[in-house]
Every structure is written in C-alpha cells, then in structure tokens.
C-alpha cells in the first residue's frame, strides 16, 4: 500500500505522531511519502524534553521514508529545508495524493 502523510502542523506532539506512525507504517512493508505543509515545514527543529522529533524523523529517512517540503512554505517561514527533505511545489503534492492508496493529515 501507498500512504500519503500531510503534515501541517507545529505542535511537538503531533508531528512526533506523524513520524511515528509513517515509521510503523514502514516496518509493516507499505510505501510512505511525507509532505510538510504551512507550518510543518519546520517539524525538523520542534524536539522537547520529552518529545524526540529529529530522531523519528531520521529513522523515517534511513528506512527508505521520503519527506517533501513545500517550496513557498519555507520561503514564508523563512527556513531552510535539510538535506534530507526534496523542496516541493503543490503539483508534488497533488502526485502524492493521486498515486496514494491513502492520505493521512496531521
């Protein structure tokens, strides 16, 4: 299965969910494609205390997991995507929804 994953937040919480459930969704064999979106572009800088972001999402991208980042978004928000993330437009986006056999949004 192909499974789309939206992210568009920047609570700490949800976006180490997001992360944890696309890497689940790996190790049960299926194909996921992340794609950050308005203020889910910066999911790589939100780590807390309790809350491990950057290493979820490290695993993600060792497991094979790609992650797109909207292109405008990070201009907006004045970021820099890391080297693990393909700078992306909306027709990307649109891809990933139409190949997809399922979308997720966090």
Sequence with gaps: MKVGTVVYSNDPETVWNAFRFANFTLSMGDEVKVFLLGKGVGSDSLDTDK??????????????????????????????APSTYTVSTMKDLYEIVKESDKIVTF
Excluded: D, M, P, W
């Design 51 to 80: 809350i491990n972001i950057s290493e979820q999402l490290q695993t993600f991208v060792n497991r094979g997991g790609k992650v797109f980042a909207c292109g405008f978004c990070l201009e907006f928000h004045q970021l820099e």
